[in-house]
């Protein structure tokens, strides 16, 4: 008799464990299909972006005036993008701003030639991220991807966004981001970009068609 009732309960423990099991798988089942929509919906959310900002790019560099991106080289050091010799720095005609390479990207330090493009000056930004650029018209899914193709270890990207100066004024900003590394160790130290007003360029391609 008393061997009777163990058994019975040792059955419905058993039956309790089969079931909680059960649970368990289906919940893990339910959590990774989830985790998979999930990761479906971004990544078709990203292939669109890239396809929005690939198309914007092409009309650009599509355009008569080769001048605006294919001359554009890109430092491939900070000592490079930022010459502690102020006057090899300020008489480089590019427009550039180099950024920590983590976190929201703070500025470290820029040129002349960015200082005219976006009416700030160094001691101003430094410290700061470029969002101080950034406004309503600004391309933040563009420069989000672009941002992330430097992660994926493309040495340099391309993308177009409305920017905004200090006074306000808004220009359309050609950027080239790449990685700045470090010479012995290959190592990415910051990030830097080359800024280029096209606005000019694109309305007289817009004022020829
Ligand atoms: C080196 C570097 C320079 C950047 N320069 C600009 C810029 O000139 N204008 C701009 O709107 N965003 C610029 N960005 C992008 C912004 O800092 C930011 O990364 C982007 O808007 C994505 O932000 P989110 O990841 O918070 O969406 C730059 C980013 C880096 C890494």
């Keep these: 008799m ?3 009732i ?3 309960k040792s059955n419905v423990d058993l039956r309790t464990q ?4 059960k649970i368990v798988k289906e919940k893990e089942a339910a959590w990774k299909k989830f ?11 990203r292939r669109r972006i890239r396809k929005e900002s690939d198309a914007i790019l092409k009309e650009v560099l599509e355009m008569d005036d080769a001048t605006i991106t294919s001359g554009v080289s890109v430092p491939k050091t900070l000592a490079e993008a930022l010459p502690t010799d102020i006057e090899k720095r300020n008489n480089d005609m590019r427009a550039i701003v180099v950024t920590e390479a983590t976190g929201s990207f703070n500025m470290v330090g820029c040129n002349k030639a960015w200082e005219n493009l976006c009416g700030f000056a160094e001691c101003e930004i430094v410290g700061k991220d470029s969002s101080i650029l950034q406004g309503p018209d600004s391309n933040y ?3 989000h991807d ?8 493309e040495p340099k990207v391309n993308v177009i966004t409305n920017n905004y100066r200090k006074d306000g004024s808004k220009f359309i900003n050609f950027l080239t981001l790449a990685p700045l590394r470090d010479e012995a160790s290959g190592k990415i130290t910051h990030f ?8 000019d360029k ?3 391609r817009k004022n020829k068609a």
């Design 2 to 4: 008393v061997a009777r």
């Design 6 to 8: 163990k058994n019975k």
């Design 18 to 21: 089969i079931d909680g099991a």
């Design 35 to 45: 985790c998979t929509i999930q990761r479906t919906r971004k990544f078709l959310k």
């Design 141 to 143: 899914a563009g420069l």
């Design 146 to 153: 672009a941002v992330s193709r430097l992660f994926e270890g």
């Design 192 to 199: 830097v970009a080359i800024l280029n007003d096209v606005g």
């Design 202 to 204: 694109i309305s007289k």
